[in-house]
């Protein structure tokens, strides 16, 4: 009687820990969105928001030195286009510097939902007729926060890139015309 009790809980055990692979399906899923997440995490943090803050005061010094020494009506034709595209830094310093903070915060959200939701799936916490619901909305969360640090990167690349071709040479026509 005794080995077949042993026996019986020896199945039972062995059962139990094969049925951990139930929504193995749906943990791989959940491991290759956090792996996506980790790759909007790299690109996410190669905006420097320091070149960007620096960008924009190096704007604000060139324009209010611009405002200082010539009239709005003295600016020449090929300066004042200049000053106009040399705007755009003025333009995205905002959202670069509001979407920055409110991305880095959606990311982390993000990230301990993933988490979060790996946990309950390991736990069986989750009913089996939500799981598509809950991988839908993390998916679509995902895709989100990548839309979001794509627009981020290029307003930003694009702040710098202005401010890289056009600072020298406000700087120069300043030096050149100021007496």
């Known amino acids: 009687m005794n ?9 039972f055990i062995f059962l139990i820990s094969c049925d951990g692979s139930k929504y193995d399906k749906e943990l791989k899923e959940v491991k290759e969105m956090q792996q996506v997440l980790d790759g909007v995490k790299l ?8 070149k960007a803050d620096n960008a924009f005061s190096t704007y604000e010094k060139n324009m209010n030195q611009i405002s200082t020494y010539y009239h709005p009506d003295s600016i020449p034709m090929d300066v004042y286009g200049l000053i106009d595209f040399y705007k ?56 989100i926060v990548q839309d979001n640090v794509g627009t981020l990167v290029y307003s930003y690349e694009y702040m710098i890139a202005i401010h890289d071709s056009v600072a020298v040479q406000m700087q120069n026509i300043l030096l050149n015309n100021v007496k």
Request: aromatic share 4%; net charge negative.
């Open 3 to 11: 080995i077949k009790l042993i026996l019986l809980g020896l199945i």
């Open 43 to 50: 690109t996410y943090a190669n905006v420097d928001i320091s």
């Open 88 to 143: 755009g830094v003025k333009k995205n310093n905002k959202s670069v510097q509001r979407e920055y903070k409110l991305i880095g915060e959606h990311i982390g959200v993000v990230d301990e939902q993933l988490r979060n939701l790996a946990s309950d799936l390991k736990g069986g916490l989750i009913h089996e007729d939500s799981i598509v619901n809950f991988l839908e909305n993390e998916h679509n969360n995902l895709q």
